[in-house]
């Protein structure tokens, strides 16, 4: 199911969803694209009370909307593939998120506000693309993000003083081309290169 977002959504409008068990797709998407200067709002009922009614999602988009926390209840979404919050006010990914063995697609590109991931990320065994393009506040990449076999694309590789991430893991993992996401500081491993970056077949 896809719908219009508009600039306050009711939990009213999804009401008769919450017996749609075998709902796949949640959807969110605009006419004509989307302008900067609007914000749009989503019922925290929808968050809270719908979601977790639809266990058989596949792919989850929220993106543009004024949401600020994402609930540990998405960890109960076993079967998501897909989920997009980009562009929203989030600071932080629940550890539930982790408990979605089965997510491929994970995108966070335009989370300003968004400043960590949960320490248990790695066990996103079978993500492929992971987008966090434009996240100033995000200035620490996990270690061993490198052991997440199935990574096909990441949009920006963040090589740090205290966490100690380590170039040679990457190439372990034939990653190619790396990109400091954040100013150089005394002591930093300097890195340089394109936004996008895709992992050799």
Known sequence: MSFVREEYVAYKKFEAFTRAKGLRTFLAT??????????????????????PKLPLLRVLCLSHFQISEVPESIGTMRHLRYLNLSQTRITHLPKSVCSLYN???????????????????????????????????????????????????????????????EIAKLKESKWENFHCGFGQSEGCTPCTGGELFTKEA
């Open 30 to 51: 605009s006419i004509g694209g989307v302008e900067s200067s609007r914000s749009f709002y989503l019922s925290n009922k929808i968050m809270v009370d719908l979601l």
């Open 103 to 165: 997510l491929q697609t994970l995108i966070v590109f335009g989370c300003h506000k968004l400043a960590k991931l949960p320490n248990n990320f790695l066990k996103l065994k079978k993500l492929r693309h992971f987008d966090i393009r434009d996240t100033p506040l995000l200035d620490k990449m996990l270690l061993g993000i490198g052991e997440l076999r199935s990574l096909q694309t990441l949009s920006k590789i963040i090589i740090g003083c205290e966490n100690g991430f």
